[in-house]
């Protein structure tokens, strides 16, 4: 075997990024890798590599690994150097942090307890058994689906959210199994990963790459898009138009997938996992509409089956909404996150918000505590409690603005706030204004 280049050599020898990256490479720092072979290796399973080819992957590696990414011990996968996104050293006050949370929880300790299994174990069987009764016995009834659509939210939050981020167990298979279960409640894993990991997670509030804030001609979540004249009763009617979310999202996850694409291109890698997507949100529309309609032929059974996805859709896209939509909420777009200094700490921390405490993140795996995930989505939210108040001393004593709502109703509020500002005015206050100053 050829000897392996050193660091120094490779940045003496460093090429346009153009010149050097394509769909079959990641870089990380200022290296670029073949993702096949890093695929191959990675502990976590090949899947979250594979998202990310064609891609910059240093903050999801720094972020999921709470290290820098060890470079020397994976230049069998090197093909060379080019221009980092980033400036090494912008990222020492997450390093920072990372070092105290290790002291509260250590990695090998941040997966999931055994009672978080007895909660996955009670969610199943209880989603399982009533479908299976709603089915043989034809009880297409409203407060059945509706109750329905309930746990399948709970199941995307508790289950399938932190198994596609690889938080609940060291084994990649365990991961991957339970975050299929996005598949059984009508979504896509695949698409989730690619919108939610590789997009939303590294952008979040980004202007020009979140796929959270895109929005609409009816809602306008991003600052950048024109103010149409309707939206100044966005903060009103957003959440009714909420209930729609659970059916546009199932349309739009089969869509993604059979288009390969979710605000940007999914990854040259993923085209093996395209099949098996479409064909479990086919079968999930062949249980909840072909079948009940071919065996009770009425509009009385669509309208009992629609609270399935209605409450669903609603308590998913409600909570959702409320986490990165709040007065004060920082949004950034190129000048900011093309600028070398921006740290990932301060990105993350500024663009959410976290409510309530310990009893909502039980019932909602961890969601409530957005600052914690963004930080360390690799951390079983089961821990979110535990490792807050440091992260809060943390940015508190680095004069980074730290936004905990003690109630929902504190927190809908702010968002309604916020929205009837993006509704009402062309620019809102905290746009950029984190921008570093040129050093």
């Known amino acids: ?97 990372c070092k105290v949370i290790e002291q509260v929880l250590p990695r090998y300790k941040a997966f999931a307890p055994w009672t978080y299994y007895v909660k996955v174990a009670i969610l199943l069987s209880s989603a399982i058994a009533l479908e299976v009764y709603i089915h043989f016995t034809g009880e297409y009834k409203w407060y059945l689906t509706g109750l329905l659509g309930w746990l399948f939210a709970l199941i995307g939050l508790n289950i399938q959210h932190d198994a596609n981020h690889g938080a609940i167990s060291q084994y990649h298979w365990v991961n991957r199994t339970l975050g299929m279960t996005q598949n059984w409640i009508g979504g896509s894993a695949v698409d989730w990963i690619h919108q939610h990991v590789v ?31 309707m939206q100044v009763f966005q903060h009103i009617y957003v959440f009714v138009l909420m209930a729609l979310f659970g059916l546009t999202y199932i349309v ?12 940007t291109k999914f990854s040259k890698q993923l ?22 309609v071919c065996m009770y032929p009425s509009l009385y059974t669509v309208l009992n089956i629609a609270p399935l996805l209605v409450v669903g859709g609603y308590y998913l896209s409600f909570f959702f909404l409320i986490s990165h939509n709040f007065e004060g909420v920082h949004l950034f777009d190129e000048k900011y996150l093309k600028h070398t200094d921006q740290s990932f700490l301060r990105k993350q921390v500024l663009s ?24 360390f989505p690799r951390i079983q939210h089961s821990h979110y409690p535990t490792i807050a108040p440091f992260v809060r001393a943390y940015c508190e004593s680095k004069g980074i603005s730290y936004v905990h709502f003690p109630t929902i109703a504190d ?29």
């Open 352 to 375: 959410g918000s976290n409510v309530g405490g310990a009893w909502l993140c039980f019932l909602n795996g961890g969601l409530n505590y957005q600052i914690e995930h963004h930080l």
């Open 199 to 229: 997009q939303h997670h590294i952008n979040p509030n980004d202007t020009e790459h979140d796929p959270d804030i895109v929005g609409s001609d009816v809602i306008r979540l991003n600052p950048t898009k024109p103010m149409m004249k």
């Open 411 to 439: 927190n809908v509020a702010s968002c309604a706030r916020h929205l009837h500002s993006l509704g009402n005015r062309k620019t809102p206050v905290n746009f950029n204004v984190e921008l570093p100053k040129e050093q």
């Open 252 to 263: 739009g996850s089969f869509v993604h997938n059979m288009e390969r694409f979710h605000k």
């Open 271 to 292: 085209r093996p996992n395209h099949i098996f997507e479409e064909s479990t949100i086919a079968l999930f529309f062949v249980r909840w509409f072909l079948f009940p």
């Open 1 to 97: 075997m050829a000897p392996h280049p050193d660091k120094k050599d490779i940045t003496d020898g460093m090429i346009t990024k153009a010149a050097l990256m394509n769909e079959d490479r990641i870089q990380v720092d200022e290296f670029v890798y073949e993702t096949k072979s890093l695929a191959e290796m990675h502990p976590g399973g090949p899947l979250f590599v594979k998202a990310f080819s064609g891609r910059d992957a240093t903050e999801a590696f720094l972020s999921y690994h709470r290290r820098k990414f060890p470079h020397a011990r994976l230049s069998h996968a090197l093909v060379g150097s080019t221009e980092a996104q980033k400036k090494g050293s912008a990222d020492e006050d997450y390093l920072e942090l």
